[in-house]
């Protein structure tokens, strides 16, 4: 059932097609259900493989399928042809679950809206671009659907056009991926000069082997980290996140939360066996960026107003979570917190969604409040959601940043440790303080009807099923998706312990190897450690924010993002943008004169040579005289005549 | 060949002397119509050196077509447009014509005779028949005669498009000359 | 008898003859003696041919002449056709305002 595997980019393949082609005519909703549906047809064809390769006994879990010669030049034979191993089927299922609820919640978010069939042709799209993108069975076909899902975050972030804080955001987010894109094309280069191949078989075959040079490996994964920092959002270029917001919500919850900043992740395990085959002081350098980004983006998080930029500075972190593990060699986990986020992160935002559909498109946290009672449902998949990202036990979001801290103090860098520590104590702060602010503490808003642009009597409601359902199903998930990958205690049957590590053990030959580690000794202790911090987070939120025992501190450095952006965009419009009018100034002067002064040279030498042309015919048969004159001297000197 | 007689020795000067006072007196005089009459003189003067060759056909045609045909047109066109006046020889427009023109016709008399001293005991590479002489057997027509077996049987090609090339001169030159009606938008 | 002088001395007269020619062509303005100066120079070449036809003991040679001399006549019929066309519109010009193809 393996060679059913291009199905599951086909699938949104078709869907995009007929909705280019006669989406207008399907209108409203039925673009949006036949959209849906490709997308679930892709998660089932998933869900198929995945049956398929679990049969499979361990060695025998890989298969590549060629579909068609790419690139056939020389050297260089580049196919299309996808993957269907562990990594990517997992990438897969939940790619293609999560996004088919979005897509099912989308068909009421985007009730009314002008270009709804729009909307699902992108959605289709990106879905097809993100299969591409995990399926790739070399770096070119993932780097067409990394591309892809770039291209498709452009459009889908500037859906609204019309309104220009939307069209900048999605050029910012372009712009900003396409630095990242840099890095991933000179890594392609770079590893197909040193292995002959872009597959990821041969390149990481050749890493295992001891067959690449570590100056090689470095090079390769310094470079695919760039693209990863720039897909992934994290330091210095996750500028483009919080500015993503300006899209539609279910936009938000699909590419920048569950799927497309995975992307980066995703690369970085894929490539593991390289990574092990690099100077040692790679894996640190990854490591801290995670780390610093991951509190970074926490302490922002802490004063912002506005309900889905406190989401998306929550993003940010997590993935800073995600490359800790990545640097501490932690690829399961990595993986694990992927799927967990992926889940509570859409919830969330779906979550913010309906509430922003129930206040009448507001966002300020501090214009809600009491929400709870008018929006049963929404509140309390929203409250699932926030005990999955707080990491409360036994919520999904525990179990993976608890596996996160575990090899991050097994690897010996206590710093790390504390810094992740910290951050998550932060994010339980500023995820309570959201709750309490949305949905609880004081009502902010009132009934009256012109402040909230509606007619007549003003009251929240609650969302229509078609909205609710998805946010059941991905609560119900936060809570039980922890069960895929549950660490080794007295208290677990070891029939269920470590699934996800056994079903990935055979893509993660570098996984790092903590048996026997203080860490690994004292499991419960450290879980102990984790659930007190998030419980102090908890308590923190709920004393400043619903008792009032303390007065709530949000410095306008921290609501300014450490003013990180407007550094960026002073220098950019300033001094950056100088050296490159001098750039630009140099090429047309410089560049454009030297081809111009071509032109010109000839000119003026054809113009001075035309001055031979005197128009007396006495002085043409003078020349010609002295040429025959010339001639005969030569031929009688050369001694022909 | 025996060594020449003075006889042979003073045709030969004389005839020398007048081609080139001839042809100074083309290029020196003021007036065109005494620049025709050098013309004459150095026609004359080859045609005599033609005979000393024992060309006598080719003689007798210089003299009646160049001599006597050329220069009749020549003269002919002098009048018809007037520019029979005198020059003034010493305008130049041109500042380096003059210097040029010596070296120029210098250069060439130079190299000729350069070319022609250094061939001059050269082995002849593919000699020919011979010249029949009209002396040699009391034949006075053995010049034209040979001259006519080569022309019409190894050359008569050639002689049939001369006969297209003169055709085709006049009536160009009919065409050229011919003043056309002008109409009212002007010619 | 063929003439006792050498044919070099006729190839060194029709050189010098030719030397003239082209100097009087390059420095006379009038067309119509500029005219007679190609013919000199003609001249210097059938002379030439002649002595050459002598030397190689060859009848081509004059044969050749005989061409020359056609293709003379022709090219003075023309010629002076040209010149009579264009001074007929332009009465005293020389060689020098005939600068038409400058530039």
Same mark, same amino acid.
């Given at each position: 059932?393996?060679?059913?595997?291009?199905?599951?980019?086909?699938?949104?393949?078709?869907?995009?097609?007929?909705?280019?082609?006669?989406?207008?005519?399907?209108?409203?909703?039925?673009?949006?259900?036949?959209?849906?549906?490709?997308?679930?047809?892709?998660?089932?064809?998933?869900?198929?493989?995945? #049956?398929?390769?679990?049969?499979?006994?361990?060695?025998?879990?890989?298969?590549?399928?060629?579909?068609?010669?790419?690139?056939?030049?020389?050297?260089?034979?580049?196919?299309?042809?996808?993957?269907?191993?562990?990594?990517?089927?997992?990438?897969?299922?939940?790619?293609?679950?999560?996004?088919?609820?979005?897509?099912?919640?989308?068909?009421?978010?985007?009730?009314?809206?002008?270009?709804?069939?729009?909307?699902?042709?992108?959605?289709?799209?990106?879905?097809?671009?993100?299969?591409?993108?995990?399926?790739?069975?070399?770096?070119?076909?993932?780097?067409?659907?990394?591309?892809?899902?770039?291209?498709?975050?452009?459009?889908?972030?500037?859906? =609204?056009?019309?309104?220009?804080?939307?069209?900048?955001?999605?050029?910012?987010?372009?712009?900003?991926?396409? #630095?990242?894109?840099?890095?991933?094309?000179?890594?392609?280069?770079?590893?197909?000069?040193?292995?002959?191949?872009?597959?990821?078989?041969?390149?990481?075959?050749?890493?295992?082997?001891?067959?690449?040079?570590?100056?090689?490996?470095?090079?390769?994964?310094?470079?695919?980290?760039?693209?990863?920092?720039?897909?992934?959002?994290?330091?210095?270029?996750?500028?483009?996140?919080?500015?993503?917001?300006?899209?539609?919500?279910?936009?938000?919850?699909?590419?920048?939360?569950?799927?497309?900043?995975?992307?980066?992740?995703?690369?970085?395990?894929?490539?593991?066996?390289?990574?092990?085959?690099?100077?040692?002081?790679?894996?640190?350098?990854?490591?801290?960026?995670?780390?610093?980004?991951?509190?970074?983006?926490?302490?922002?998080?802490?004063?912002?107003?506005?309900?889905?930029?406190?989401?998306?500075?929550?993003?940010?972190?997590?993935?800073?979570?995600?490359?800790?593990?990545?640097?501490?060699?932690?690829?399961?986990?990595?993986?694990?917190?992927?799927?967990?986020?992926?889940?509570?992160?859409?919830?969330?935002?779906?979550?913010?969604?309906?509430?922003?559909?129930?206040?009448?498109?507001?966002?300020?946290?501090?214009?809600?409040?009491?929400?709870?009672?008018?929006?049963?449902?929404?509140?309390?998949?929203?409250?699932?959601?926030?005990?999955?990202?707080?990491?409360?036990?036994?919520?999904?979001?525990?179990?993976?940043?608890?596996?996160?801290?575990?090899?991050?103090?097994?690897?010996?860098?206590?710093?790390?440790?504390?810094?992740?520590?910290?951050?998550?104590?932060?994010?339980?702060?500023?995820?309570?303080?959201?709750?309490?602010?949305?949905?609880?503490?004081?009502?902010? =808003?009132?009934?009256?009807?012109?402040?909230?642009?509606?007619?007549?009597?003003?009251?929240?409601?609650?969302?229509?099923?078609?909205?609710?359902?998805?946010?059941? #199903?991905?609560?119900?998930?936060?809570?039980?998706?922890?069960?895929?990958?549950?660490?080794?205690?007295?208290?677990?049957?070891?029939?269920?312990?470590?699934?996800?590590?056994?079903?990935?053990?055979?893509?993660?030959?570098?996984?790092?190897?903590?048996?026997?580690?203080?860490?690994?000794?004292?499991?419960?202790?450290?879980?102990?450690?984790?659930?007190?911090?998030?419980?102090?987070?908890?308590?923190?939120?709920?004393?400043?924010?619903?008792?009032?025992?303390?007065?709530?501190?949000?410095?306008?450095?921290?609501?300014?993002?450490?003013?990180?952006?407007?550094?960026?965009?002073?220098?950019?419009?300033?001094?950056?943008?100088?050296?490159?009018?001098?750039?630009?100034?140099?090429?047309?002067?410089?560049?454009?004169?030297?081809?111009?002064?071509?032109?010109?040279?000839?000119?003026?030498?054809?113009?001075?040579?035309?001055?031979?042309?005197?128009?007396?015919?006495?002085?043409?048969?003078?020349?010609?005289?002295?040429?025959?004159?010339?001639?005969?001297?030569?031929?009688?000197?050369?001694?022909?005549? | 060949?025996?060594?020449?007689?003075?006889?042979?020795?003073?045709?030969?000067?004389?005839?020398?002397?007048?081609?080139?006072?001839?042809?100074?007196?083309?290029?020196?005089?003021?007036?065109?119509?005494?620049?025709?009459?050098?013309?004459?003189?150095?026609?004359?003067?080859?045609?005599?050196?033609?005979?000393?060759?024992?060309?006598?056909?080719?003689?007798?045609?210089?003299?009646?077509?160049?001599?006597?045909?050329?220069?009749?047109?020549?003269?002919?066109?002098?009048?018809?447009?007037?520019?029979?006046?005198?020059?003034?020889?010493?305008?130049?427009?041109?500042?380096?014509?003059?210097?040029?023109?010596?070296?120029?016709?210098?250069?060439?008399?130079?190299?000729?005779?350069?070319?022609?001293?250094?061939?001059?005991?050269?082995?002849?590479?593919?000699?020919?028949?011979?010249?029949?002489?009209?002396?040699?057997?009391?034949?006075?027509?053995?010049?034209?005669?040979?001259?006519?077996?080569?022309?019409?049987?190894?050359?008569?090609?050639?002689?049939?498009?001369?006969?297209?090339?003169?055709?085709?001169?006049?009536?160009?030159?009919?065409?050229?000359?011919?003043?056309?009606?002008?109409?009212?938008?002007?010619? | $008898?063929?003439?006792?002088?050498?044919?070099?001395?006729?190839?060194?007269?029709?050189?010098?003859?030719?030397?003239?020619?082209?100097?009087?062509?390059?420095?006379?303005?009038?067309?119509?003696?500029?005219? $007679?100066?190609?013919?000199? $120079?003609?001249?210097?070449?059938?002379?030439?041919?002649?002595?050459?036809?002598?030397?190689?003991?060859?009848?081509?040679?004059?044969?050749?002449?005989?061409?020359?001399?056609?293709?003379?006549?022709?090219?003075?019929?023309?010629?002076?056709?040209?010149?009579?066309?264009?001074?007929?519109?332009?009465?005293?010009?020389?060689?020098?305002?005939?600068?038409?193809?400058?530039?």
């Amino acid at each position: 059932m393996t060679d059913v595997v291009w199905l599951i980019p086909a699938f949104p393949l078709a869907g995009f097609l007929v909705l280019l082609l006669f989406g207008r005519r399907l209108g409203e909703p039925g673009a949006g259900y036949f959209g849906t549906a490709a997308i679930f047809a892709s998660f089932l064809a998933s869900v198929a493989v995945y #049956v398929d390769l679990q049969g499979n006994p361990e060695d025998q879990r890989e298969s590549a399928s060629t579909l068609f010669s790419w690139v056939p030049v020389g050297a260089l034979q580049v196919d299309m042809a996808l993957l269907a191993d562990p990594l990517t089927i997992t990438m897969c299922l939940f790619i293609t679950g999560i996004s088919s609820m979005i897509l099912l919640y989308s068909v009421g978010y985007m009730h009314g809206d002008s270009e709804f069939s729009k909307f699902f042709l992108y959605l289709c799209l990106f879905v097809l671009s993100m299969t591409v993108l995990v399926l790739g069975e070399n770096l070119l076909v993932t780097f067409l659907g990394w591309e892809g899902v770039g291209t498709c975050s452009y459009f889908l972030i500037a859906f =609204w056009h019309t309104r220009e804080s939307a069209a900048t955001a999605g050029k910012k987010a372009f712009v900003t991926n396409r #630095v990242g894109d840099w890095g991933v094309m000179l890594a392609m280069f770079l590893c197909f000069s040193a292995v002959g191949s872009l597959s990821y078989t041969v390149l990481n075959n050749n890493a295992e082997s001891g067959l690449l040079a570590e100056s090689t490996a470095t090079g390769i994964v310094m470079l695919l980290f760039v693209g990863a920092i720039g897909k992934s959002a994290q330091l210095p270029l996750y500028i483009w996140l919080p500015d993503a917001m300006e899209g539609p919500t279910p936009v938000s919850a699909l590419i920048h939360a569950a799927t497309m900043v995975t992307a980066g992740v995703f690369l970085m395990i894929r490539i593991n066996p390289v990574l092990a085959a690099s100077y040692d002081w790679v894996n640190p350098v990854i490591a801290w960026t995670g780390a610093i980004t991951a509190l970074f983006a926490a302490s922002i998080a802490v004063a912002q107003n506005d309900i889905k930029k406190v989401l998306a500075y929550s993003t940010v972190s997590q993935l800073g979570y995600m490359f800790l593990a990545i640097g501490t060699g932690a690829y399961v986990a990595a993986i694990f917190h992927v799927i967990t986020h992926a889940v509570f992160k859409a919830l969330l935002f779906l979550g913010s969604g309906s509430v922003i559909h129930a206040m009448n498109d507001e966002q300020d946290m501090r214009k809600m409040g009491k929400l709870a009672k008018y929006l049963p449902i929404t509140a309390s998949t929203f409250i699932i959601g926030w005990l999955a990202i707080a990491g409360v036990p036994p919520f999904g979001g525990f179990w993976s940043k608890d596996e996160i801290l575990l090899f991050a103090l097994a690897d010996g860098a206590v710093g790390l440790y504390i810094i992740a520590l910290l951050t998550a104590v932060l994010t339980a702060f500023y995820m309570t303080r959201q709750v309490i602010m949305t949905f609880y503490g004081e009502q902010k =808003w009132t009934s009256k009807a012109e402040e909230h642009g509606a007619h007549g009597d003003f009251k929240p409601h609650e969302s229509p099923p078609i909205m609710t359902i998805p946010l059941i #199903v991905l609560a119900v998930s936060a809570v039980i998706i922890g069960l895929i990958q549950l660490p080794s205690l007295a208290a677990v049957p070891d029939s269920i312990e470590h699934r996800l590590e056994d079903w990935l053990h055979v893509v993660t030959p570098a996984e790092a190897d903590i048996a026997g580690s203080w860490a690994d000794e004292h499991v419960v202790i450290l879980i102990v450690i984790a659930t007190l911090a998030a419980l102090v987070g908890i308590a923190a939120g709920w004393l400043v924010y619903q008792r009032k025992r303390f007065k709530a501190i949000e410095p306008t450095i921290l609501a300014g993002g450490w003013y990180y952006d407007r550094t960026i965009t002073n220098f950019m419009g300033g001094p950056g943008r100088e050296s490159f009018q001098a750039v630009s100034d140099f090429d047309s002067t410089v560049v454009d004169g030297a081809v111009g002064a071509v032109g010109v040279g000839v000119e003026r030498s054809g113009k001075g040579l035309s001055r031979i042309q005197t128009g007396y015919v006495r002085q043409y048969a003078a020349v010609i005289g002295l040429g025959v004159v010339a001639l005969l001297a030569w031929f009688i000197i050369r001694g022909v005549l | 060949m025996s060594d020449a007689t003075f006889l042979e020795y003073l045709v030969f000067f004389s005839a020398a002397v007048m081609i080139i006072a001839g042809a100074i007196a083309v290029i020196a005089m003021r007036h065109p119509v005494h620049s025709a009459l050098g013309l004459i003189l150095t026609l004359f003067g080859v045609a005599v050196q033609f005979v000393a060759m024992e060309a006598h056909f080719l003689a007798a045609v210089q003299v009646i077509v160049y001599a006597g045909a050329i220069v009749v047109l020549f003269l002919f066109v002098l009048m018809l447009l007037g520019v029979d006046e005198a020059t003034d020889l010493s305008i130049e427009p041109i500042k380096i014509q003059r210097p040029m023109a010596a070296v120029v016709s210098l250069g060439l008399v130079a190299l000729v005779a350069a070319a022609v001293i250094r061939t001059r005991d050269a082995l002849l590479i593919n000699p020919g028949a011979g010249i029949d002489v009209a002396s040699e057997n009391g034949d006075h027509d053995a010049n034209i005669r040979q001259l006519s077996e080569s022309l019409f049987s190894d050359y008569v090609f050639a002689f049939q498009l001369t006969s297209v090339l003169l055709i085709v001169a006049v009536v160009g030159t009919v065409l050229l000359t011919r003043k056309w009606p002008r109409d009212k938008a002007g010619s | $008898m063929i003439a006792a002088i050498e044919p070099n001395w006729y190839l060194l007269l029709g050189a010098v003859l030719f030397g003239i020619g082209a100097f009087g062509l390059l420095v006379r303005r009038n067309p119509l003696v500029m005219f $007679m100066c190609i013919e000199l $120079m003609l001249n210097a070449v059938t002379l030439t041919f002649v002595a050459l036809a002598t030397r190689l003991g060859d009848i081509g040679g004059q044969t050749a002449v005989l061409f020359v001399m056609v293709v003379a006549a022709a090219e003075v019929v023309v010629g002076l056709g040209i010149i009579v066309s264009i001074l007929r519109g332009r009465p005293g010009a020389t060689a020098d305002d005939l600068v038409d193809l400058k530039g």
